[in-house]
Protein backbone atom coordinates (compact mmCIF):
# COMPACT_ATOMS: atom_id res chain seq x y z
CA UNK A 1 0.00 0.00 0.00
CA UNK A 2 1.28 3.21 -0.95
CA UNK A 3 4.36 2.45 -2.76
CA UNK A 4 2.53 3.61 -6.40
CA UNK A 5 1.54 -0.15 -7.86
CA UNK A 6 -1.72 1.76 -9.09
CA UNK A 7 1.00 4.76 -10.76
CA UNK A 8 3.35 2.47 -12.28
CA UNK A 9 0.68 0.16 -13.41
CA UNK A 10 -0.92 2.84 -15.35
CA UNK A 11 1.94 4.05 -16.81
CA UNK A 12 3.03 0.34 -17.70
CA UNK A 13 -0.57 -0.17 -19.66
CA UNK A 14 -0.47 3.20 -21.17
CA UNK A 15 2.91 2.30 -23.06
CA UNK A 16 1.22 -0.99 -24.62
CA UNK A 17 -1.86 1.19 -25.95
CA UNK A 18 -1.69 0.09 -30.08
CA UNK A 19 0.32 -3.34 -28.90
CA UNK A 20 -3.22 -4.94 -28.23
CA UNK A 21 -5.43 -5.15 -31.56
CA UNK A 22 -8.00 -5.41 -28.95
CA UNK A 23 -7.47 -2.82 -27.01
CA UNK A 24 -6.06 -1.57 -23.10
CA UNK A 25 -8.90 -1.35 -20.09
CA UNK A 26 -8.49 -0.52 -16.79
CA UNK A 27 -10.42 -2.07 -14.42
CA UNK A 28 -10.35 -0.69 -10.88
CA UNK A 29 -10.99 -3.40 -8.05
CA UNK A 30 -10.29 -1.55 -4.44
CA UNK A 31 -13.56 -0.72 -3.58
CA UNK A 32 -14.61 -4.43 -3.87
CA UNK A 33 -14.21 -6.91 -1.40
CA UNK A 34 -16.77 -9.99 -2.63
CA UNK A 35 -15.17 -12.19 -5.10
CA UNK A 36 -18.11 -12.60 -7.21
CA UNK A 37 -18.18 -8.78 -7.81
CA UNK A 38 -14.82 -9.19 -10.10
CA UNK A 39 -16.79 -10.52 -13.26
CA UNK A 40 -19.08 -7.81 -13.30
CA UNK A 41 -16.27 -5.42 -12.95
CA UNK A 42 -14.36 -6.77 -15.69
CA UNK A 43 -18.14 -6.43 -17.82
CA UNK A 44 -18.41 -3.21 -16.46
CA UNK A 45 -14.78 -2.19 -17.61
CA UNK A 46 -15.19 -4.10 -21.21
CA UNK A 47 -18.44 -2.32 -22.33
CA UNK A 48 -20.19 -6.15 -21.97
CA UNK A 49 -23.40 -6.78 -21.50
CA UNK A 50 -24.79 -10.21 -20.53
CA UNK A 51 -27.67 -12.02 -22.02
CA UNK A 52 -30.05 -14.91 -19.65
CA UNK A 53 -29.12 -17.21 -22.35
CA UNK A 54 -25.63 -18.10 -20.55
CA UNK A 55 -24.06 -17.97 -17.29
CA UNK A 56 -22.25 -14.78 -17.06
CA UNK A 57 -18.65 -16.27 -16.67
CA UNK A 58 -19.01 -18.19 -19.79
CA UNK A 59 -20.36 -14.99 -21.67
CA UNK A 60 -17.19 -12.89 -20.52
CA UNK A 61 -14.64 -16.13 -21.06
CA UNK A 62 -16.74 -16.36 -24.79
CA UNK A 63 -15.85 -12.88 -25.27
CA UNK A 64 -12.40 -13.04 -24.26
CA UNK A 65 -11.08 -16.19 -25.95
CA UNK A 66 -10.30 -15.12 -29.45
CA UNK A 67 -9.12 -10.98 -28.11
CA UNK A 68 -5.72 -9.90 -28.00
CA UNK A 69 -6.12 -7.48 -24.92
CA UNK A 70 -4.79 -6.29 -21.51
CA UNK A 71 -6.52 -5.89 -18.72
CA UNK A 72 -5.09 -3.80 -15.84
CA UNK A 73 -6.50 -5.41 -12.85
CA UNK A 74 -6.01 -2.91 -10.09
CA UNK A 75 -5.84 -4.10 -6.39
CA UNK A 76 -6.50 -7.49 -6.34
CA UNK A 77 -5.63 -8.82 -2.99
CA UNK A 78 -9.28 -9.22 -2.12
CA UNK A 79 -9.39 -11.74 -4.35
CA UNK A 80 -7.53 -13.75 -2.32
CA UNK A 81 -7.72 -12.24 1.19
CA UNK A 82 -9.71 -14.40 4.07
CA UNK A 83 -9.04 -17.90 2.61
CA UNK A 84 -11.78 -17.13 -0.46
CA UNK A 85 -9.45 -18.66 -3.15
CA UNK A 86 -13.13 -18.31 -5.53
CA UNK A 87 -11.87 -15.05 -6.97
CA UNK A 88 -8.39 -16.35 -8.20
CA UNK A 89 -9.74 -19.76 -9.07
CA UNK A 90 -12.02 -17.63 -11.76
CA UNK A 91 -8.83 -15.45 -12.68
CA UNK A 92 -7.41 -18.67 -13.47
CA UNK A 93 -10.05 -20.45 -15.38
CA UNK A 94 -10.34 -16.81 -17.45
CA UNK A 95 -6.44 -17.22 -18.01
CA UNK A 96 -6.95 -20.75 -19.42
CA UNK A 97 -9.36 -20.64 -21.64
CA UNK A 98 -8.10 -17.29 -22.71
CA UNK A 99 -4.87 -17.58 -24.40
CA UNK A 100 -4.42 -14.05 -26.16
CA UNK A 101 -5.72 -12.26 -22.79
CA UNK A 102 -2.94 -10.78 -20.70
CA UNK A 103 -3.33 -9.38 -17.07
CA UNK A 104 -1.44 -6.66 -15.13
CA UNK A 105 -2.45 -6.79 -11.44
CA UNK A 106 -1.35 -4.64 -8.97
CA UNK A 107 -2.06 -6.43 -5.02
CA UNK A 108 -0.53 -6.61 -1.94
CA UNK A 109 0.03 -9.83 -1.83
CA UNK A 110 1.07 -12.88 -4.33
CA UNK A 111 -2.32 -14.38 -6.28
CA UNK A 112 -0.50 -18.16 -6.37
CA UNK A 113 -1.15 -18.21 -9.80
CA UNK A 114 0.85 -20.62 -12.09
CA UNK A 115 0.84 -18.18 -14.74
CA UNK A 116 2.01 -14.78 -12.23
CA UNK A 117 5.17 -13.23 -12.88
CA UNK A 118 6.22 -11.10 -10.00
CA UNK A 119 7.49 -7.60 -9.71
CA UNK A 120 8.00 -6.37 -6.29
CA UNK A 121 8.01 -2.81 -5.51
CA UNK A 122 9.92 -0.71 -2.80
CA UNK A 123 9.58 2.84 -2.21
CA UNK A 124 11.83 5.09 -4.36
CA UNK A 125 15.62 5.96 -4.18
CA UNK A 126 16.79 7.90 -1.68
CA UNK A 127 20.47 8.47 0.12
CA UNK A 128 21.02 5.70 2.83
CA UNK A 129 24.06 7.68 4.89
CA UNK A 130 23.03 11.88 4.59
CA UNK A 131 26.17 12.29 4.58
CA UNK A 132 27.85 10.88 1.56
CA UNK A 133 25.06 10.64 -1.13
CA UNK A 134 26.32 9.42 -4.44
CA UNK A 135 25.42 11.93 -6.56
CA UNK A 136 23.35 15.13 -6.42
CA UNK A 137 20.54 14.75 -3.96
CA UNK A 138 17.69 15.90 -6.91
CA UNK A 139 18.80 12.51 -8.69
CA UNK A 140 17.47 10.54 -5.93
CA UNK A 141 13.17 9.84 -7.33
CA UNK A 142 12.14 10.43 -3.24
CA UNK A 143 13.46 13.81 -2.96
CA UNK A 144 12.80 14.59 -6.05
CA UNK A 145 9.08 13.60 -5.49
CA UNK A 146 9.08 15.32 -2.11
CA UNK A 147 10.34 18.42 -3.51
CA UNK A 148 7.78 18.45 -6.40
CA UNK A 149 5.25 17.75 -3.81
CA UNK A 150 6.65 20.61 -1.30
CA UNK A 151 6.42 23.49 -4.09
CA UNK A 152 2.45 22.79 -4.64
CA UNK A 153 2.27 24.03 -1.09
CA UNK A 154 5.06 26.65 -1.19
CA UNK A 155 5.95 27.70 -4.57
CA UNK A 156 9.21 29.00 -3.82
CA UNK A 157 10.30 26.35 -1.77
CA UNK A 158 14.24 24.76 -2.52
CA UNK A 159 16.55 21.88 -1.44
CA UNK A 160 18.83 24.67 0.18
CA UNK A 161 21.47 23.35 2.87
CA UNK A 162 19.07 23.96 5.56
CA UNK A 163 16.31 21.80 4.24
CA UNK A 164 18.72 19.14 2.30
CA UNK A 165 19.25 17.13 6.05
CA UNK A 166 15.95 16.99 7.41
CA UNK A 167 14.59 16.18 3.58
CA UNK A 168 16.89 13.14 3.63
CA UNK A 169 15.64 12.31 6.99
CA UNK A 170 12.12 12.43 6.13
CA UNK A 171 12.33 9.86 2.67
CA UNK A 172 14.55 7.91 5.53
CA UNK A 173 11.74 7.41 7.87
CA UNK A 174 9.37 6.88 5.04
CA UNK A 175 11.31 4.38 3.19
CA UNK A 176 10.44 6.21 -0.16
CA UNK A 177 7.12 4.86 -0.21
CA UNK A 178 5.29 8.07 -2.39
CA UNK A 179 2.31 8.10 -0.51
CA UNK A 180 3.97 9.04 2.41
CA UNK A 181 6.00 11.77 0.91
CA UNK A 182 2.87 13.55 -0.48
CA UNK A 183 1.78 13.01 2.97
CA UNK A 184 4.56 14.73 4.72
CA UNK A 185 4.97 17.42 2.17
CA UNK A 186 1.34 18.09 2.36
CA UNK A 187 2.17 18.97 6.39
CA UNK A 188 4.51 21.94 4.85
CA UNK A 189 1.86 24.35 5.13
CA UNK A 190 2.89 24.39 9.27
CA UNK A 191 5.93 22.36 10.11
CA UNK A 192 9.15 22.99 8.20
CA UNK A 193 11.40 19.89 7.06
CA UNK A 194 12.80 19.58 10.37
CA UNK A 195 9.66 19.57 12.15
CA UNK A 196 8.17 17.25 10.26
CA UNK A 197 11.35 15.13 10.56
CA UNK A 198 11.35 14.92 14.02
CA UNK A 199 7.97 13.65 14.03
CA UNK A 200 7.91 11.05 11.63
CA UNK A 201 10.98 9.85 13.31
CA UNK A 202 9.40 9.83 16.98
CA UNK A 203 6.33 8.65 15.12
CA UNK A 204 7.71 5.18 13.87
CA UNK A 205 8.20 4.24 18.05
CA UNK A 206 4.71 5.52 18.69
CA UNK A 207 2.68 4.13 16.03
CA UNK A 208 -0.41 2.72 17.55
CA UNK A 209 -1.32 -0.92 17.02
CA UNK A 210 -3.16 -1.77 14.31
CA UNK A 211 -3.73 2.08 13.10
CA UNK A 212 -3.01 0.73 9.72
CA UNK A 213 -3.41 -2.48 8.27
CA UNK A 214 0.01 -2.82 6.66
CA UNK A 215 3.15 -5.48 6.03
CA UNK A 216 6.11 -4.51 8.61
CA UNK A 217 8.06 -3.24 6.33
CA UNK A 218 5.05 -0.07 5.79
CA UNK A 219 5.16 0.74 9.33
CA UNK A 220 6.54 4.09 7.83
CA UNK A 221 3.47 4.93 6.11
CA UNK A 222 1.40 3.93 8.84
CA UNK A 223 3.74 6.73 10.74
CA UNK A 224 3.16 9.31 8.09
CA UNK A 225 -0.77 8.48 8.25
CA UNK A 226 -0.46 9.27 12.07
CA UNK A 227 1.20 11.96 11.57
CA UNK A 228 -1.22 13.37 9.06
CA UNK A 229 -4.11 12.69 11.49
CA UNK A 230 -2.47 14.81 14.43
CA UNK A 231 -2.19 17.62 11.76
CA UNK A 232 -5.97 17.61 11.48
CA UNK A 233 -7.88 20.05 13.61
CA UNK A 234 -10.63 17.52 15.74
CA UNK A 235 -14.23 18.23 13.77
CA UNK A 236 -11.61 17.66 11.00
CA UNK A 237 -10.98 13.71 12.44
CA UNK A 238 -14.05 13.30 13.39
CA UNK A 239 -15.31 13.87 9.44
CA UNK A 240 -11.88 12.22 8.07
CA UNK A 241 -13.20 8.88 10.17
CA UNK A 242 -16.28 9.03 9.20
CA UNK A 243 -16.18 9.15 5.41
CA UNK A 244 -14.61 5.63 5.45
CA UNK A 245 -17.58 3.97 5.39
CA UNK A 246 -17.80 5.14 1.95
CA UNK A 247 -16.49 2.86 -0.66
CA UNK A 248 -14.71 4.22 -3.12
CA UNK A 249 -15.53 7.37 -4.79
CA UNK A 250 -18.10 9.24 -3.66
CA UNK A 251 -20.20 12.19 -4.45
CA UNK A 252 -20.42 15.79 -2.42
CA UNK A 253 -24.29 14.39 -1.45
CA UNK A 254 -23.19 11.40 -0.24
CA UNK A 255 -20.74 12.76 2.12
CA UNK A 256 -22.59 15.38 3.12
CA UNK A 257 -25.34 12.77 4.10
CA UNK A 258 -23.73 10.12 5.27
CA UNK A 259 -20.66 12.10 7.02
CA UNK A 260 -21.69 15.83 7.45
CA UNK A 261 -18.86 17.25 5.38
CA UNK A 262 -19.42 20.55 3.67
CA UNK A 263 -17.89 21.91 0.60
CA UNK A 264 -15.29 23.43 2.50
CA UNK A 265 -14.54 21.44 4.88
CA UNK A 266 -14.09 18.82 1.36
CA UNK A 267 -11.30 20.98 0.26
CA UNK A 268 -9.51 21.11 3.14
CA UNK A 269 -8.74 17.60 3.00
CA UNK A 270 -8.17 17.91 -0.44
CA UNK A 271 -5.75 20.69 0.64
CA UNK A 272 -3.38 18.01 2.93
CA UNK A 273 -3.66 15.67 0.29
CA UNK A 274 -6.40 13.58 2.12
CA UNK A 275 -8.54 13.26 -0.96
CA UNK A 276 -8.82 13.72 -4.20
CA UNK A 277 -10.81 15.23 -7.01
CA UNK A 278 -11.73 13.51 -9.71
CA UNK A 279 -12.84 14.73 -13.35
CA UNK A 280 -16.36 13.85 -13.07
CA UNK A 281 -16.08 15.54 -9.70
CA UNK A 282 -16.73 12.72 -7.57
CA UNK A 283 -13.96 12.60 -4.64
CA UNK A 284 -11.72 9.81 -4.43
CA UNK A 285 -8.78 8.98 -1.86
CA UNK A 286 -5.68 6.06 -1.36
CA UNK A 287 -7.33 2.81 -0.18
CA UNK A 288 -4.45 3.03 2.26
CA UNK A 289 -5.57 6.01 3.78
CA UNK A 290 -8.83 4.83 3.78
CA UNK A 291 -8.45 1.98 5.86
CA UNK A 292 -6.45 3.81 8.20
CA UNK A 293 -9.46 6.71 8.92
CA UNK A 294 -11.43 2.76 9.44
CA UNK A 295 -9.46 1.73 11.69
CA UNK A 296 -9.84 5.29 14.00
CA UNK A 297 -13.21 5.32 13.52
CA UNK A 298 -13.54 1.62 14.60
CA UNK A 299 -11.88 3.01 17.71
CA UNK A 300 -15.32 4.96 19.06
CA UNK A 301 -17.97 1.96 18.87
CA UNK A 302 -20.64 4.73 18.99
CA UNK A 303 -19.25 7.12 16.12
CA UNK A 304 -18.98 4.06 13.69
CA UNK A 305 -21.79 2.75 14.41
CA UNK A 306 -23.73 5.93 13.79
CA UNK A 307 -21.87 6.59 10.99
CA UNK A 308 -22.60 3.23 9.33
CA UNK A 309 -26.73 3.48 10.23
CA UNK A 310 -26.18 6.69 8.25
CA UNK A 311 -24.49 5.26 5.57
CA UNK A 312 -26.90 2.01 5.08
CA UNK A 313 -30.03 4.43 5.46
CA UNK A 314 -28.93 6.83 2.85
CA UNK A 315 -27.77 4.25 0.21
CA UNK A 316 -31.01 1.91 0.92
CA UNK A 317 -32.52 5.24 -0.25
CA UNK A 318 -30.71 5.53 -2.99
CA UNK A 319 -32.20 2.33 -4.23
CA UNK A 320 -35.74 2.98 -2.81
CA UNK A 321 -35.61 6.69 -4.88
CA UNK A 322 -35.49 4.98 -7.83
CA UNK A 323 -38.09 2.19 -7.81
CA UNK A 324 -40.28 3.45 -10.30
CA UNK A 325 -37.71 4.38 -12.84
CA UNK A 326 -36.42 0.75 -12.70
CA UNK A 327 -39.77 -0.26 -14.38
CA UNK A 328 -40.29 2.85 -16.38
CA UNK A 329 -38.89 5.00 -19.30
CA UNK A 330 -35.98 6.52 -16.97
CA UNK A 331 -34.80 2.69 -16.74
CA UNK A 332 -31.32 3.15 -18.43
CA UNK A 333 -30.48 6.61 -16.03
CA UNK A 334 -31.65 4.64 -13.08
CA UNK A 335 -29.34 1.53 -13.73
CA UNK A 336 -26.12 3.60 -14.43
CA UNK A 337 -26.84 5.86 -10.97
CA UNK A 338 -27.54 2.58 -9.12
CA UNK A 339 -23.84 0.84 -10.31
CA UNK A 340 -22.57 3.74 -10.14
CA UNK A 341 -23.23 3.53 -6.13
CA UNK A 342 -23.29 -0.45 -6.17
CA UNK A 343 -20.34 -0.97 -3.79
CA UNK A 344 -21.72 1.33 -1.20
CA UNK A 345 -25.49 -0.76 -1.93
CA UNK A 346 -23.68 -3.96 -1.42
CA UNK A 347 -21.75 -2.28 2.04
CA UNK A 348 -25.15 -1.03 3.29
CA UNK A 349 -27.68 -3.90 2.44
CA UNK A 350 -24.92 -6.21 4.51
CA UNK A 351 -24.90 -3.71 7.16
CA UNK A 352 -28.79 -3.87 7.07
CA UNK A 353 -28.49 -7.58 7.22
CA UNK A 354 -25.85 -7.59 10.31
CA UNK A 355 -28.25 -5.58 12.49
CA UNK A 356 -31.31 -6.96 11.42
CA UNK A 357 -32.76 -3.82 10.10
CA UNK A 358 -35.25 -5.62 7.70
CA UNK A 359 -37.71 -2.52 7.59
CA UNK A 360 -34.81 -1.01 5.51
CA UNK A 361 -34.32 -3.99 3.71
CA UNK A 362 -38.00 -4.21 2.85
CA UNK A 363 -37.85 -0.72 1.63
CA UNK A 364 -35.09 -1.65 -1.20
CA UNK A 365 -35.47 -5.03 -1.66
CA UNK A 366 -37.48 -4.97 -4.91
CA UNK A 367 -34.86 -1.79 -6.24
CA UNK A 368 -31.85 -4.59 -5.60
CA UNK A 369 -33.63 -7.56 -7.21
CA UNK A 370 -34.73 -5.17 -10.93
CA UNK A 371 -31.15 -3.91 -11.00
CA UNK A 372 -29.52 -7.32 -10.39
CA UNK A 373 -31.92 -8.89 -13.00
CA UNK A 374 -31.23 -5.91 -15.45
CA UNK A 375 -27.88 -6.26 -14.65
CA UNK A 376 -27.08 -9.77 -15.18
CA UNK A 377 -25.73 -9.56 -11.95
CA UNK A 378 -27.67 -12.95 -10.90
CA UNK A 379 -25.01 -14.77 -8.76
CA UNK A 380 -24.39 -11.45 -6.99
CA UNK A 381 -27.77 -10.73 -6.03
CA UNK A 382 -28.41 -14.85 -5.38
CA UNK A 383 -25.85 -14.38 -2.51
CA UNK A 384 -27.46 -10.87 -1.29
CA UNK A 385 -31.14 -12.43 -0.46
CA UNK A 386 -29.52 -15.93 0.84
CA UNK A 387 -27.55 -13.53 3.29
CA UNK A 388 -30.88 -11.79 4.28
CA UNK A 389 -32.82 -14.82 4.37
CA UNK A 390 -30.22 -16.94 6.28
CA UNK A 391 -30.27 -14.35 9.00
CA UNK A 392 -33.77 -13.59 9.32
CA UNK A 393 -34.92 -13.43 13.04
CA UNK A 394 -37.68 -15.99 14.04
CA UNK A 395 -40.21 -13.54 14.68
CA UNK A 396 -39.73 -11.83 11.04
CA UNK A 397 -40.39 -15.86 9.44
CA UNK A 398 -43.84 -16.07 7.11
CA UNK A 399 -43.91 -12.71 7.62
CA UNK A 400 -44.13 -10.17 4.62
CA UNK A 401 -39.89 -9.33 4.26
CA UNK A 402 -39.44 -12.98 4.17
CA UNK A 403 -42.17 -13.14 1.26
CA UNK A 404 -40.60 -10.76 -0.48
CA UNK A 405 -36.99 -11.87 0.41
CA UNK A 406 -37.88 -15.47 -0.66
CA UNK A 407 -39.78 -14.12 -3.76
CA UNK A 408 -36.71 -12.16 -5.62
CA UNK A 409 -34.81 -15.50 -4.33
CA UNK A 410 -36.38 -17.89 -6.35
CA UNK A 411 -36.73 -15.21 -9.55
CA UNK A 412 -32.99 -15.45 -9.60
CA UNK A 413 -32.82 -18.60 -9.56
CA UNK A 414 -34.80 -18.85 -12.45
CA UNK A 415 -32.01 -16.64 -14.15
CA UNK A 416 -29.35 -19.47 -13.52
CA UNK A 417 -31.37 -22.10 -14.41
CA UNK A 418 -32.02 -23.16 -10.75
CA UNK A 419 -35.38 -24.48 -11.92
CA UNK A 420 -35.86 -26.62 -8.44
CA UNK A 421 -34.42 -24.24 -6.29
CA UNK A 422 -36.34 -21.61 -7.59
CA UNK A 423 -39.70 -23.52 -8.28
CA UNK A 424 -39.49 -24.24 -4.20
CA UNK A 425 -38.17 -20.81 -3.00
CA UNK A 426 -41.05 -19.13 -5.53
CA UNK A 427 -43.74 -21.80 -3.83
CA UNK A 428 -42.54 -20.77 -0.22
CA UNK A 429 -43.11 -17.18 -0.88
CA UNK A 430 -47.01 -17.85 -2.52
CA UNK A 431 -47.82 -19.34 0.03
CA UNK A 432 -46.60 -16.28 2.97
CA UNK A 433 -48.47 -13.83 0.72
CA UNK A 434 -51.62 -15.61 0.06
CA UNK A 435 -51.70 -15.84 4.03
CA UNK A 436 -50.79 -12.10 4.35
CA UNK A 437 -53.62 -11.05 1.81
CA UNK A 438 -50.49 -8.54 -0.33
CA UNK A 439 -51.82 -8.88 -3.74
CA UNK A 440 -49.49 -7.19 -5.31
CA UNK A 441 -46.16 -8.99 -4.16
CA UNK A 442 -48.44 -12.25 -4.57
CA UNK A 443 -48.63 -10.77 -8.08
CA UNK A 444 -45.09 -10.73 -8.37
CA UNK A 445 -44.57 -14.43 -6.95
CA UNK A 446 -47.24 -15.53 -9.95
CA UNK A 447 -45.86 -13.70 -13.05
CA UNK A 448 -42.61 -15.62 -11.62
CA UNK A 449 -43.54 -18.80 -11.39
CA UNK A 450 -45.69 -18.68 -14.77
CA UNK A 451 -42.10 -17.59 -16.78
CA UNK A 452 -40.67 -20.77 -14.56
CA UNK A 453 -43.63 -23.11 -15.80
CA UNK A 454 -43.38 -21.69 -19.59
CA UNK A 455 -39.24 -22.43 -19.15
CA UNK A 456 -40.20 -25.93 -18.69
CA UNK A 457 -43.33 -26.34 -21.75
CA UNK A 458 -46.01 -26.53 -18.85
CA UNK A 459 -47.95 -23.74 -20.73
CA UNK A 460 -51.46 -24.47 -19.68
CA UNK A 461 -50.33 -24.19 -15.87
CA UNK A 462 -47.97 -21.26 -17.08
CA UNK A 463 -51.35 -19.49 -18.99
CA UNK A 464 -53.35 -19.88 -15.36
CA UNK A 465 -50.62 -18.36 -13.27
CA UNK A 466 -50.43 -15.17 -15.54
CA UNK A 467 -53.71 -14.76 -15.97
CA UNK A 468 -54.42 -14.97 -11.64
CA UNK A 469 -51.58 -12.72 -12.15
CA UNK A 470 -53.18 -10.48 -14.53
CA UNK A 471 -56.73 -10.06 -12.07
CA UNK A 472 -54.88 -8.97 -9.45
CA UNK A 473 -52.81 -6.17 -11.06
CA UNK A 474 -55.82 -4.76 -12.96
CA UNK A 475 -57.76 -4.61 -8.90
CA UNK A 476 -54.51 -3.75 -7.60
CA UNK A 477 -51.73 -2.61 -9.86
CA UNK A 478 -50.34 0.05 -11.93
CA UNK A 479 -50.46 0.21 -15.68
CA UNK A 480 -46.92 -0.82 -16.53
CA UNK A 481 -47.98 -3.97 -13.96
CA UNK A 482 -51.05 -5.02 -16.14
CA UNK A 483 -49.00 -4.38 -19.36
CA UNK A 484 -46.30 -7.02 -17.82
CA UNK A 485 -48.98 -9.66 -16.81
CA UNK A 486 -50.42 -9.15 -20.44
CA UNK A 487 -47.40 -9.94 -22.10
CA UNK A 488 -46.85 -13.07 -20.60
CA UNK A 489 -50.06 -13.92 -20.97
CA UNK A 490 -49.87 -13.15 -24.64
CA UNK A 491 -46.32 -14.71 -24.80
CA UNK A 492 -48.38 -18.59 -23.91
CA UNK A 493 -50.60 -17.98 -25.56
CA UNK A 494 -49.21 -17.79 -28.89
CA UNK A 495 -46.83 -20.79 -27.54
CA UNK A 496 -50.13 -22.76 -27.66
CA UNK A 497 -50.79 -21.45 -31.31
CA UNK A 498 -53.45 -19.11 -30.71
CA UNK A 499 -52.29 -16.38 -32.80
CA UNK A 500 -54.78 -14.11 -33.04
CA UNK A 501 -55.61 -14.07 -29.78
CA UNK A 502 -52.00 -13.66 -28.25
CA UNK A 503 -51.69 -10.47 -30.98
CA UNK A 504 -54.53 -8.86 -29.40
CA UNK A 505 -53.38 -8.93 -26.44
CA UNK A 506 -50.19 -7.55 -27.33
CA UNK A 507 -51.40 -4.90 -29.18
CA UNK A 508 -53.41 -4.13 -26.22
CA UNK A 509 -50.15 -4.60 -23.78
CA UNK A 510 -48.35 -2.09 -26.01
CA UNK A 511 -50.98 0.53 -25.55
CA UNK A 512 -50.90 -0.08 -22.52
CA UNK A 513 -46.85 -0.02 -21.78
CA UNK A 514 -45.77 3.23 -24.31
CA UNK A 515 -44.39 5.60 -22.13
CA UNK A 516 -44.99 3.20 -18.56
CA UNK A 517 -43.00 0.33 -19.35
CA UNK A 518 -38.85 0.12 -19.46
CA UNK A 519 -37.51 0.37 -22.51
CA UNK A 520 -35.61 -3.28 -21.85
CA UNK A 521 -39.11 -4.88 -21.79
CA UNK A 522 -40.74 -2.81 -24.70
CA UNK A 523 -38.00 -4.18 -26.96
CA UNK A 524 -39.05 -7.80 -25.94
CA UNK A 525 -43.42 -7.01 -26.38
CA UNK A 526 -41.83 -5.29 -29.65
CA UNK A 527 -40.07 -8.07 -30.88
CA UNK A 528 -42.40 -10.96 -30.01
CA UNK A 529 -45.71 -8.87 -31.71
CA UNK A 530 -43.64 -8.14 -34.99
CA UNK A 531 -42.91 -12.11 -34.84
CA UNK A 532 -47.13 -12.95 -34.69
CA UNK A 533 -47.32 -10.15 -37.54
CA UNK A 534 -44.79 -12.22 -39.60
CA UNK A 535 -46.90 -15.33 -38.95
CA UNK A 536 -50.15 -13.62 -40.36
CA UNK A 537 -48.51 -12.16 -43.38
CA UNK A 538 -48.39 -8.71 -41.95
CA UNK A 539 -44.82 -7.91 -43.10
CA UNK A 540 -45.24 -4.23 -42.96
CA UNK A 541 -46.25 -3.85 -39.81
CA UNK A 542 -44.05 -6.23 -38.76
CA UNK A 543 -40.82 -4.42 -40.16
CA UNK A 544 -42.17 -1.59 -38.55
CA UNK A 545 -41.99 -3.06 -35.09
CA UNK A 546 -39.10 -4.86 -35.70
CA UNK A 547 -36.88 -1.12 -36.65
CA UNK A 548 -38.86 -0.13 -33.48
CA UNK A 549 -37.34 -2.20 -31.02
CA UNK A 550 -34.20 -2.03 -32.55
CA UNK A 551 -33.69 1.57 -32.75
CA UNK A 552 -34.75 1.45 -28.58
CA UNK A 553 -32.40 -1.30 -28.41
CA UNK A 554 -29.19 0.56 -29.87
CA UNK A 555 -30.19 3.74 -27.36
CA UNK A 556 -29.94 1.95 -25.10
CA UNK A 557 -26.21 0.34 -25.76
CA UNK A 558 -27.76 -3.25 -25.67
CA UNK A 559 -25.85 -5.57 -27.86
CA UNK A 560 -27.85 -8.52 -27.49
CA UNK A 561 -31.15 -7.61 -28.14
CA UNK A 562 -29.33 -5.80 -31.46
CA UNK A 563 -28.39 -8.31 -32.78
CA UNK A 564 -31.53 -10.69 -32.53
CA UNK A 565 -33.40 -8.08 -33.72
CA UNK A 566 -30.93 -7.25 -36.96
CA UNK A 567 -31.29 -11.56 -37.50
CA UNK A 568 -35.09 -10.91 -37.45
CA UNK A 569 -34.80 -7.86 -39.94
CA UNK A 570 -32.57 -10.40 -42.25
CA UNK A 571 -35.11 -13.29 -41.67
CA UNK A 572 -38.09 -11.34 -42.99
CA UNK A 573 -36.14 -9.73 -45.59
CA UNK A 574 -35.58 -13.13 -47.08
CA UNK A 575 -38.98 -13.78 -47.10
CA UNK A 576 -39.86 -10.55 -49.01
CA UNK A 577 -36.57 -12.23 -51.34
CA UNK A 578 -34.72 -8.77 -50.71
CA UNK A 579 -31.68 -10.79 -50.05
CA UNK A 580 -29.16 -8.56 -50.34
CA UNK A 581 -30.69 -6.41 -47.11
CA UNK A 582 -31.22 -9.78 -45.41
CA UNK A 583 -27.48 -10.88 -45.99
CA UNK A 584 -26.44 -7.64 -44.71
CA UNK A 585 -28.32 -7.84 -41.60
CA UNK A 586 -27.32 -11.28 -41.24
CA UNK A 587 -23.67 -10.35 -41.25
CA UNK A 588 -24.16 -7.52 -38.82
CA UNK A 589 -25.54 -9.42 -36.35
CA UNK A 590 -22.85 -12.20 -36.82
CA UNK A 591 -20.32 -9.63 -36.02
CA UNK A 592 -22.34 -8.29 -32.71
CA UNK A 593 -22.44 -11.94 -31.44
CA UNK A 594 -18.96 -12.78 -32.46
CA UNK A 595 -18.03 -9.24 -30.42
CA UNK A 596 -20.01 -9.93 -27.72
CA UNK A 597 -19.24 -13.27 -27.02
CA UNK A 598 -22.92 -14.62 -27.82
CA UNK A 599 -22.19 -17.91 -29.28
CA UNK A 600 -26.07 -19.16 -29.83
CA UNK A 601 -26.77 -16.01 -31.66
CA UNK A 602 -23.00 -16.17 -33.83
CA UNK A 603 -24.86 -19.98 -35.08
CA UNK A 604 -27.92 -18.65 -35.74
CA UNK A 605 -27.09 -15.89 -37.74
CA UNK A 606 -24.01 -18.25 -39.54
CA UNK A 607 -27.17 -20.93 -40.70
CA UNK A 608 -28.89 -17.73 -41.84
CA UNK A 609 -26.08 -16.72 -43.98
CA UNK A 610 -25.73 -20.68 -45.61
Known amino acids: GGVGKTRLALEAA??????????????????????????????????????????????????????????LLDNCEFLAAGGRPSGVDRLAEILRDASSLVILATSRQRLNLQEEILYPLDGLAYPRDASAPSGPLENYSAIDLFVRRARAVQRDFGLGNAERPAVVRICQALDGLPLGLELAAAALWTHS????????EQGLDN???????????????????????????????????RLSVLRGSFDPRAASEVADASPAQLGALMDKSLLRREASRRFEWHEV??????????????????????????????????????????????????????????SAWNWLVSVGDYAGIERCADSLYQFCDSRSRFHEGLDLFARARERLPKPLTGGRVDGILTARFGALCERVSDFEGGRAALEKARAILESLDDPLELAFCLNALSGMA?????????????????????????????????YMIAKVLYRLGQIQEARQM????????????????????????????????????????????????????????????????????????????AELRYRQSREICHAIGDRVGEAMALSNLG
Open 193 to 200: CAEIADEL
Open 506 to 581: LEACLALGRGTMSPRRLIGLLNVLADIHCHLGDYERASKLFEEGLEISRSLGDPYSTAMLLNNLGTLDHMLERYES
Open 289 to 346: LRQFASGKLAANPASAEAAHRRHAHYFAGVLAARHQDLAGPRQAQALEEIAAAFEDIH
Open 454 to 486: VQGSDYRTGLQLARACLELQRQFGQDKDRARAM
Open 14 to 71: REQVGLFPDGVYFVPLAALNEPQALLPAIADALGVTFSNRENPATQLTNYLRDRQLLL
Open 207 to 241: LPPGAVNLPERHRSLGSACEFSWRLLAPDEQALFS
